[in-house]
Protein backbone atom coordinates (compact mmCIF):
# COMPACT_ATOMS: atom_id res chain seq x y z
CA UNK A 1 0.00 0.00 0.00
CA UNK A 2 0.85 3.83 -0.60
CA UNK A 3 -0.02 5.40 2.69
CA UNK A 4 -0.32 9.25 3.47
CA UNK A 5 0.51 10.20 7.28
CA UNK A 6 -0.56 13.36 8.66
CA UNK A 7 1.20 13.85 12.10
CA UNK A 8 1.81 16.29 14.99
CA UNK A 9 5.37 17.45 15.60
CA UNK A 10 5.50 15.85 19.25
CA UNK A 11 5.15 12.25 17.65
CA UNK A 12 8.01 12.91 15.03
CA UNK A 13 10.92 10.44 15.66
CA UNK A 14 8.14 7.60 17.10
CA UNK A 15 6.45 8.21 13.15
CA UNK A 16 9.49 8.25 11.11
CA UNK A 17 10.99 5.20 13.06
CA UNK A 18 7.67 3.45 12.45
CA UNK A 19 7.38 4.24 8.57
CA UNK A 20 10.88 3.33 8.37
CA UNK A 21 9.77 -0.10 9.52
CA UNK A 22 6.62 -0.37 7.48
CA UNK A 23 6.41 -2.57 4.92
CA UNK A 24 4.40 -0.04 2.97
CA UNK A 25 5.31 3.30 1.36
CA UNK A 26 4.44 5.69 3.96
CA UNK A 27 4.77 9.71 3.00
CA UNK A 28 4.96 11.40 6.35
CA UNK A 29 3.66 15.34 6.68
CA UNK A 30 4.34 17.19 10.09
CA UNK A 31 2.30 20.03 11.40
CA UNK A 32 3.21 21.98 13.73
CA UNK A 33 2.85 21.34 17.40
CA UNK A 34 0.16 23.83 19.70
CA UNK A 35 -2.36 23.54 17.21
CA UNK A 36 -4.64 21.34 19.25
CA UNK A 37 -4.68 24.60 21.70
CA UNK A 38 -7.32 26.17 18.64
CA UNK A 39 -9.10 22.72 17.81
CA UNK A 40 -11.12 24.67 14.97
CA UNK A 41 -8.17 25.98 12.72
CA UNK A 42 -5.93 22.65 13.91
CA UNK A 43 -9.14 20.61 12.32
CA UNK A 44 -9.57 22.82 9.05
CA UNK A 45 -5.65 22.38 8.29
CA UNK A 46 -5.96 18.58 8.89
CA UNK A 47 -9.13 18.58 6.32
CA UNK A 48 -7.27 20.55 3.96
CA UNK A 49 -4.30 18.37 4.22
CA UNK A 50 -6.86 15.09 4.16
CA UNK A 51 -8.78 16.95 0.93
CA UNK A 52 -5.04 17.10 -0.99
CA UNK A 53 -3.30 14.06 -0.35
CA UNK A 54 -7.39 12.26 -1.58
CA UNK A 55 -6.80 14.61 -4.85
CA UNK A 56 -3.34 13.58 -5.01
CA UNK A 57 -2.32 17.39 -4.61
CA UNK A 58 0.84 16.66 -1.54
CA UNK A 59 0.64 20.05 0.55
CA UNK A 60 3.73 22.26 2.20
CA UNK A 61 2.02 25.20 3.50
CA UNK A 62 2.06 25.96 7.13
CA UNK A 63 4.08 22.24 7.65
CA UNK A 64 7.35 21.34 8.80
CA UNK A 65 8.70 19.73 6.29
CA UNK A 66 7.07 23.20 3.82
CA UNK A 67 7.85 22.98 -0.29
CA UNK A 68 8.21 25.29 -2.80
CA UNK A 69 5.23 25.26 -5.25
CA UNK A 70 7.55 24.12 -8.00
CA UNK A 71 8.01 20.62 -5.95
CA UNK A 72 4.37 19.31 -5.11
CA UNK A 73 3.51 16.22 -6.29
CA UNK A 74 0.37 16.04 -8.20
CA UNK A 75 -0.98 12.74 -9.33
CA UNK A 76 0.21 10.51 -6.45
CA UNK A 77 -2.76 8.04 -5.26
CA UNK A 78 -3.07 6.86 -1.49
CA UNK A 79 -4.74 3.79 -0.70
CA UNK A 80 -5.25 5.22 2.90
CA UNK A 81 -4.65 8.58 4.87
CA UNK A 82 -3.28 7.67 8.09
CA UNK A 83 -3.60 10.67 11.75
CA UNK A 84 -1.44 9.94 13.79
CA UNK A 85 -3.52 11.96 16.16
CA UNK A 86 -5.72 11.77 18.94
CA UNK A 87 -9.03 12.92 19.35
CA UNK A 88 -7.37 16.21 20.84
CA UNK A 89 -9.36 18.20 22.67
CA UNK A 90 -11.76 17.17 19.23
CA UNK A 91 -9.70 18.54 16.98
CA UNK A 92 -10.49 15.56 14.95
CA UNK A 93 -13.56 15.33 15.21
CA UNK A 94 -15.56 16.08 12.37
CA UNK A 95 -13.20 15.17 9.80
CA UNK A 96 -13.90 13.49 6.26
CA UNK A 97 -13.18 11.00 4.14
CA UNK A 98 -12.54 11.93 0.83
CA UNK A 99 -11.93 9.76 -1.87
CA UNK A 100 -9.59 7.45 0.13
CA UNK A 101 -10.27 5.69 3.83
CA UNK A 102 -9.32 7.84 6.70
CA UNK A 103 -7.56 5.72 9.42
CA UNK A 104 -7.20 7.24 13.49
CA UNK A 105 -6.30 5.61 16.69
CA UNK A 106 -8.97 5.24 18.96
CA UNK A 107 -7.04 7.45 21.48
CA UNK A 108 -7.91 10.76 23.55
CA UNK A 109 -4.38 12.39 23.25
CA UNK A 110 -1.22 11.87 22.62
CA UNK A 111 -0.23 10.36 25.60
CA UNK A 112 -1.92 7.52 24.79
CA UNK A 113 -0.28 6.90 21.90
CA UNK A 114 3.05 7.35 23.27
CA UNK A 115 1.73 4.55 26.15
CA UNK A 116 0.39 2.07 23.31
CA UNK A 117 -2.89 2.13 24.41
CA UNK A 118 -6.45 2.61 25.98
CA UNK A 119 -6.33 0.46 28.73
CA UNK A 120 -2.46 2.04 30.21
CA UNK A 121 -3.72 5.32 29.54
CA UNK A 122 -6.96 4.31 31.57
CA UNK A 123 -4.49 3.12 34.35
CA UNK A 124 -1.73 6.09 34.05
CA UNK A 125 -4.92 8.61 34.92
CA UNK A 126 -6.83 6.28 37.31
CA UNK A 127 -3.41 5.71 39.54
CA UNK A 128 -1.96 9.47 39.08
CA UNK A 129 -4.44 11.53 37.77
CA UNK A 130 -2.65 14.71 38.61
CA UNK A 131 0.42 14.17 36.69
CA UNK A 132 1.71 16.19 33.41
CA UNK A 133 3.18 14.10 30.61
CA UNK A 134 6.63 15.09 29.00
CA UNK A 135 8.42 13.65 25.86
CA UNK A 136 10.96 14.26 23.78
CA UNK A 137 10.64 15.51 20.60
CA UNK A 138 7.38 17.44 22.24
CA UNK A 139 9.70 19.15 24.80
CA UNK A 140 12.72 19.68 22.09
CA UNK A 141 10.35 21.09 19.72
CA UNK A 142 8.57 23.32 21.57
CA UNK A 143 8.86 27.54 21.13
CA UNK A 144 8.69 30.16 23.08
CA UNK A 145 5.04 29.95 23.34
CA UNK A 146 4.32 26.79 23.74
CA UNK A 147 3.34 24.73 27.09
CA UNK A 148 7.08 22.40 27.94
CA UNK A 149 4.88 19.31 28.48
CA UNK A 150 1.50 17.73 28.11
CA UNK A 151 -1.50 17.69 30.13
CA UNK A 152 -3.74 14.87 30.18
CA UNK A 153 -7.19 14.67 28.91
CA UNK A 154 -9.75 16.20 31.62
CA UNK A 155 -6.79 18.83 32.88
CA UNK A 156 -7.37 20.79 29.67
CA UNK A 157 -8.31 23.95 31.44
CA UNK A 158 -5.24 25.01 33.82
CA UNK A 159 -2.83 24.20 30.66
CA UNK A 160 -5.22 26.45 28.16
CA UNK A 161 -5.50 29.00 30.83
CA UNK A 162 -1.39 29.03 30.83
CA UNK A 163 -1.18 29.04 27.24
CA UNK A 164 -3.48 32.06 27.50
CA UNK A 165 -1.08 33.49 29.88
CA UNK A 166 1.89 33.04 27.87
CA UNK A 167 0.24 34.70 24.96
CA UNK A 168 -0.78 37.73 26.83
CA UNK A 169 2.31 37.99 29.36
CA UNK A 170 5.52 35.80 28.00
CA UNK A 171 6.64 32.36 29.83
CA UNK A 172 8.44 33.80 32.58
CA UNK A 173 5.41 35.80 33.92
CA UNK A 174 3.13 33.04 32.64
CA UNK A 175 5.27 31.21 35.49
CA UNK A 176 4.89 33.29 38.23
CA UNK A 177 1.07 34.01 37.77
CA UNK A 178 0.57 30.27 37.97
CA UNK A 179 2.41 29.83 40.66
CA UNK A 180 1.55 32.51 42.48
CA UNK A 181 -2.29 31.45 42.15
CA UNK A 182 -1.63 27.69 43.27
CA UNK A 183 -3.01 26.59 39.74
CA UNK A 184 -0.64 23.56 39.11
CA UNK A 185 -1.20 22.33 42.42
CA UNK A 186 -4.46 22.84 42.26
CA UNK A 187 -4.60 20.18 39.20
CA UNK A 188 -0.90 18.35 39.50
CA UNK A 189 1.48 16.72 41.73
CA UNK A 190 3.20 14.34 39.25
CA UNK A 191 5.22 14.70 36.29
CA UNK A 192 5.86 11.91 34.18
CA UNK A 193 8.63 11.56 31.49
CA UNK A 194 7.90 9.06 28.72
CA UNK A 195 11.42 6.84 27.54
CA UNK A 196 10.36 6.10 24.25
CA UNK A 197 13.72 4.36 23.29
CA UNK A 198 13.88 7.06 20.47
CA UNK A 199 17.08 8.87 20.95
CA UNK A 200 16.24 9.09 24.08
CA UNK A 201 17.85 12.40 25.30
CA UNK A 202 19.84 12.92 29.19
CA UNK A 203 19.19 17.03 28.72
CA UNK A 204 15.71 16.42 27.88
CA UNK A 205 15.25 14.45 31.04
CA UNK A 206 17.10 16.68 33.07
CA UNK A 207 14.99 19.38 32.00
CA UNK A 208 11.74 17.79 33.23
CA UNK A 209 13.05 17.33 36.33
CA UNK A 210 13.84 20.56 37.08
CA UNK A 211 10.68 21.80 35.64
CA UNK A 212 9.01 19.23 38.49
CA UNK A 213 11.39 20.43 41.73
CA UNK A 214 10.31 23.90 40.48
CA UNK A 215 6.47 22.94 40.90
CA UNK A 216 7.09 20.64 43.89
CA UNK A 217 6.13 17.44 42.11
CA UNK A 218 6.96 14.37 42.42
CA UNK A 219 8.89 12.64 39.08
CA UNK A 220 8.48 9.44 37.43
CA UNK A 221 10.45 7.69 34.39
CA UNK A 222 7.66 5.82 32.49
CA UNK A 223 8.43 3.26 29.49
CA UNK A 224 6.77 4.21 26.79
CA UNK A 225 5.30 2.00 24.17
CA UNK A 226 4.90 2.45 20.41
CA UNK A 227 2.81 -0.44 19.51
CA UNK A 228 -0.04 1.84 18.66
CA UNK A 229 2.12 3.99 16.21
CA UNK A 230 3.68 0.69 14.68
CA UNK A 231 0.69 -0.91 13.85
CA UNK A 232 -0.66 2.45 12.48
CA UNK A 233 2.15 2.56 9.92
CA UNK A 234 1.76 -0.59 8.99
CA UNK A 235 -1.66 -1.28 8.44
CA UNK A 236 -2.65 -3.49 11.29
CA UNK A 237 -5.99 -1.64 11.59
CA UNK A 238 -8.23 -3.63 14.13
CA UNK A 239 -10.76 -2.66 16.75
CA UNK A 240 -8.16 0.30 18.33
CA UNK A 241 -8.28 2.19 15.03
CA UNK A 242 -10.88 4.20 13.66
CA UNK A 243 -11.36 3.03 9.83
CA UNK A 244 -13.58 5.64 7.98
CA UNK A 245 -14.76 5.04 4.66
CA UNK A 246 -15.27 7.88 1.73
CA UNK A 247 -17.88 10.31 2.55
CA UNK A 248 -17.82 9.09 6.02
CA UNK A 249 -17.01 11.42 9.15
CA UNK A 250 -15.04 11.17 12.36
CA UNK A 251 -17.60 11.54 15.30
CA UNK A 252 -16.49 11.46 19.07
CA UNK A 253 -17.75 8.45 21.18
CA UNK A 254 -18.99 8.67 24.26
CA UNK A 255 -17.84 5.50 25.41
CA UNK A 256 -14.71 3.53 25.20
CA UNK A 257 -14.25 3.66 21.70
CA UNK A 258 -12.89 7.28 21.79
CA UNK A 259 -14.49 8.15 18.34
CA UNK A 260 -16.77 6.78 16.08
CA UNK A 261 -17.90 6.96 12.22
CA UNK A 262 -20.84 9.05 10.77
CA UNK A 263 -22.34 10.22 8.13
Given at each position: MHLKCLTCEALARPVYLSAAH?????????????????????????????DAAAAGLETGADTVNERTSAELDLGRSYDAILLAYGLCGRSTEGLVARGVPLVVPRAHDC??????????????????????????DYVE???????????????????????????????????????????????????????LGVA???????????????????FDQVAGDLVLVRRLLEGDWDEDFLVVQPGGQIRMAYDERVVTCGA
Open positions: SPHVVDVELLRLGWHSDPQALRSRLQARIITLFLGGRARYQREFSDHPGTYWYAQRKTGNTVLSLGAEGYDDVAEMYDTYVEKYGKDNADYLMEVMGAWSQHYNRAAYIRDSPAIEAETRDEASRRGWS
